[in-house]
């Protein structure tokens, strides 16, 4: 769709443009910087930008995306570059539009339980602050620590805690936003009702980085929970942890976090000499209850504990306190990368089943594995089941590509999604025909072209084109 | 945009089609039924459609839409008709498209708290029987027991139990649509989670019959919480009322239901002889707590009590049960009817502002009412800080436009929206400038181009062309 050559010219003028209109020091083209600007924390291989902008300001966002659709620069905006889903990767070069440096909480507005941020500030930053205020803003993606609330917004991130609290969208009462062209929009309100036109706020959570560029966000918050208590349970076999999940979520029980983990997991925790794995665990779960009324909480672990043991279990891990909870969620924390440290090769998908297909998913991962003679572990949000799905592999000639597209046509004969977290990006985008038929993808391109005419914003991401 | 003549033409080769495509009798010409959709619960003067279909299936309703969209018909989706803003009223003639004939409820999955349902299944119809399953579908629109659930989703609807369970629009994963020109789309999922591609779904909910006709709605539930109870607080003055609002809402309760009433509806519900409003009642709180828990649900009556006790609350009712709890809800019930017996004419806007901003409302409402010589009472769902003011008044020749404009303009002082339940329609639209920017309409309108480009899709709703 783009020439490389054509974008070269365009970036040099824009270039001179952009500098006179910001300042010199504003643009980068320095090729170490734009190296790592054209990685993130996929898989995904894109090209280098031409050069990239750490914008400071609403005005400086405005004013790129403003002279790039002047010059016909393609522009990629990015936060932190913790996606899995390329969605931060310039695919035909351009200018990286970097949000970091736009890192202030504008508003906290305790009264009306919300806050206004700008995209750059990290969201485990922003978490500690709000808790500081009796406040707690729930979404709580795996990159917390160094991702920005801009990306969560951006890809609509999840996160364990969804089952209870929902995901990004669910926070996101407002946003303002450049479009390409640099006009300001700011869709949304500053109240938890209100209907007055199209829902364009939800367009723009999730929608990465393709229709505008956020300059500022209005999120919804809750307040903290008083009691909040931390279970590991190890389970004797997979089809226990299931039924035993199965149960709790039968039982009405509505624990923050429910979260599962495979045998293949377990076998790579066990030697890596984790707490709460032993000889006769199979599977895992871990599950965090909150709520504030002790005694409530109190009686909720019990029952979950209860259904449990029903199962199958024959431990179970229960901590109240800081150290102690972090000591139970240590599988959950070193899992991804003691599973990378097993093969040289790991692609990791998120898919989302029906919860009560997870059974049938992981009976259905279990035969591709040994079909394609490839490790298949898994582990995941099982109270929204939402799995994180890996490939493992040590052969530098193997090609996954059959593999990641059986996980996902199994996924989808489940009446699944391909993502429930990562996004579509540049990593599934040749899989998004295989669930949303050419008539929703099509119409999809159509709100694409209409505000962003030009397709200058983000090409190359989500569509085939 | 449209002239008539053009259309009434149009029509007559549109008619003799679509005849000939879903059969005679499906066309319906009679002055009497055609009458009967040139009106709805808005106090709207739309005009009579050309010509009506009682669609009975998503073959009828697509055919209506490609056959319109070939002759230049203008096509107005319709439920009950039961909508507050005009949107089901013909603003250029054309065909109405009445969807209630489509009422199965296809599927109930209870293991994964879904129900999939066609537009025209009556809302309160829909919670008797997911209740009868053991299931919960929170939002409950004042007419729930006409409305259809396609109007719900079409103008995104909420109700008293918002405060706690969230609009509509928290409870569509997906629907089915047809577009204007007859192509089907499916955007959403069965799923809790799912990033694939924008979300449609959400653009969807709420856009007025606009963007699409829906012809399935897939629907979240939850599990019917086993505990409830209902309490009618007689206040003794407005600010305490709002007082014990804000303290209940600050203490982290939060009731399924809390609903004020100011002291002119008061006065009018005295002379009613509604049960609990004696000489010295000037305002009233509405709640309801619902849970799992008995003791939960106790503890938490007993807290919200207390409160309104402490900020001068005298009596305070409960009721556990079906008639009992009704008698507490006959205030709330019988008000809307009362109000509009007071004076010859009633206009009744829904606004919502932060709810901090609660006081500050009303007491600007209380100026505009003076200002003007009219009676401005408020009732509404007040722990959204959504209120439905009201503007009553005998003279015949008096226009209310100039006040409704002062509470717009009163409502957005205070970072408010002009409608939290309603939708903009016919009734809004010269007003939806005053909260949105050009920019921000702009996008609307360049997106309902995207998917409708010859506007012939309930043409004249939400913008001034």
Known sequence: MFERSKITQACEQFALRLQRTIGDSRVIDDPDILEQYATDKSHCEGVFPHLAVRARNEQEIA?????????????????????????????????VLDTTRLKSIVEIDKENLLAVVQPGVITGEFQAQMESEGLFYPPDPNSLESCTLGGNVAHNAGGPRAFKYG???????????????????????????????????????GSEGTLGVFTEITLKLVRTPTELSTL?????????????????????????????????????LRQKGIAGVSKSTHALILAEIDGNSEMHVEREVLQLAELCENSGAEEIFVAKHGGDREKLWAARRVMSDALAETAKHKVSEDIVVPRSEAPRLLAGLKKISKHYGVSVPSYGHAGDGNYHVNVLWDDDGFEPSAVVR???????SL???????HGVGLSKKPYLPLEQSANLIGVQQAIKRALDPSGLLNPGKIFTE
């Open 232 to 268: 590991l349970i190890p389970m004797p076999s997979e089809e226990a942890a299931g039924m035993a999940i199965a149960k709790i979520v039968a039982g009405g029980l509505v624990p923050r976090v429910l979260e599962f983990m495979d045998g293949v997991v377990v076998d790579v």
């Open 406 to 412: 059986d996980i996902f046509e199994l996924t989808l």
């Open 63 to 95: 004013a790129v995306l403003r002279l790039a659709s002047e010059y016909g620069v393609p522009v990629v905006p990015r936060g932190a570059g913790t996606g899995k889903s390329g969605g931060a990767i310039p695919f035909y070069g351009g200018v």
């Open 415 to 421: 009446r699944g999604t391909i993502t429930g977290e």
């Open 167 to 205: 995901v990004t969208r669910e926070y996101v009462l407002g946003v303002r936003a450049a479009l390409m062209g640099g006009e300001l929009i700011s869709p949304g309100k500053r109240t938890v009702k209100g209907v007055a036109g199209y829902d364009v706020t939800a367009l723009m959570v």
